[in-house]
């Protein structure tokens, strides 16, 4: 039997199904439609403009790996004109980001970005191992989750960046919708979809790869021969995501395009007038200066309920209310920097290449 032609070209062998689409391709015009369809994303949603300095999160993954190589060859075949940078965050897990960020210094050097990486132990005093230690496999990806998405911005005030990109895929989204849906996280529910998100106190974040299957993004790392990390976070088995995560790879099985319906579901759902009311205004930490919902941001709470023994304080209203009567914060407790945005891009040459 005769080799199956590309679908796209008809000219090579077709070695690869997608699993977005069905087609059956060749290798090349593999890396031309991944890398268009990015493009395309980029473009319709005018992520940037000419001169913007651009932070990609890196943690040494195949997501954030394939976004960096990717913005890299794209900023260069169609003039985006944007300098790039990669921006690590170390939580402090041995074993595991001690590892990655071996390889987020392969990939500074491989793709000439310079590179900054901000500890949780400089930033918080505070490492996900000795979090771990305190409180148990259980809600430590919420004290990750919420002391990486301020570290993140923090970095990028560092770098003075304009715009941070992250490597979240179509698959991410997808479960971020389910996961919203299943604990009626309404507030989240109305922007969880959105390709670019920036609030009056905080940088620019997007994310490029919003229409990205995951399969597609290790398919592109494999054929590519790219240098990535590929072992998953050791204290992640239990998070709350993996139910939504097997729930979407069993409806993918069933309807491989479930995941883009899913995401074009919840970028139609619309939260009511009346329920936009009752919601918390945004303001800022009256600690950190970050922004917050809350007299005290997410992270600052978090963060004083570890200092104090009493780590569900940040977790739970209850636990919260607990520690409070209590008492005022006792003296030399320990807390995170102020916040300060950004004053305005400055010439490039300032930023050093971090290799430590």
């Not at 994310?207 to 990390?229: C, N, Q, R, S, T």
Request: with cysteine.
């Amino acid at each position: 039997m005769a080799p199956k032609l590309c679908a796209l070209c008809a000219k090579s062998r077709a070695i690869l199904k997608r699993p977005k689409t069905g087609q059956q391709i060749c290798k090349e015009c593999f890396f031309y439609v991944f890398e268009t369809e990015v493009h395309n994303t980029i473009t319709q949603s005018q992520l940037f403009k000419p001169g913007d300095r651009v932070a990609i999160g890196a943690s040494g993954g195949k997501d954030s790996t394939v976004l960096a190589y990717v913005m890299k060859t794209l900023n260069e075949r169609y003039d985006y004109g944007v300098h790039l940078y990669l921006l690590s965050i170390d939580e402090g897990i041995t074993g595991y980001r001690d590892d990655s960020l071996e390889t987020v210094k392969r990939n500074q050097q491989q793709y000439s970005m310079p590179l900054k990486i901000l500890s949780y132990n400089d930033l918080y005093g505070w490492t996900m191992d000795a979090v771990v230690a305190q409180i148990g496999k259980k809600n430590n990806c919420t004290f990750c989750g919420v002391f990486r998405r301020q570290a993140l911005d923090r970095g990028a005030a560092m770098l003075n960046v304009d715009h941070i990109v992250t490597g979240h895929n179509a698959d991410d989204i997808a479960e971020t919708v389910l996961m919203n849906v299943m604990r009626g996280d309404i507030a989240r529910l109305g922007r969880c979809t959105s390709i670019c998100t920036q609030g009056e106190d905080t940088i620019k974040r997007s994310k490029p790869f919003k229409y990205a299957y995951e399969k597609e993004i290790v398919m592109y790392a494999y054929f590519k021969k790219l240098d990535y990390f590929s072992t998953e976070c050791i204290y992640s088995p239990d998070a709350y995501r993996g139910h939504a995560r097997a729930f979407l790879k069993d409806l993918e099985a069933a309807r491989p395009s479930a995941i883009i319906d899913i995401i074009h579901s919840g970028e139609a759902f619309a939260v009511k007038e009346e329920v936009k009311a009752t919601q918390k205004a945004q303001q800022t930490c009256k600690r950190c200066g970050y922004m917050s919902s809350n007299e005290l941001c997410k992270a600052c709470s978090l963060l004083e309920g570890l200092e104090r023994g009493a780590a569900a304080a940040g977790v739970t209203d209850r636990a919260r209310k607990k520690l409070d009567a209590e008492g005022p914060v006792p003296e030399g407790l320990r807390t995170i920097p102020y916040f300060q945005m950004p004053s305005g891009p400055g010439p490039s040459t300032t930023i050093q290449i971090d290799t430590s």
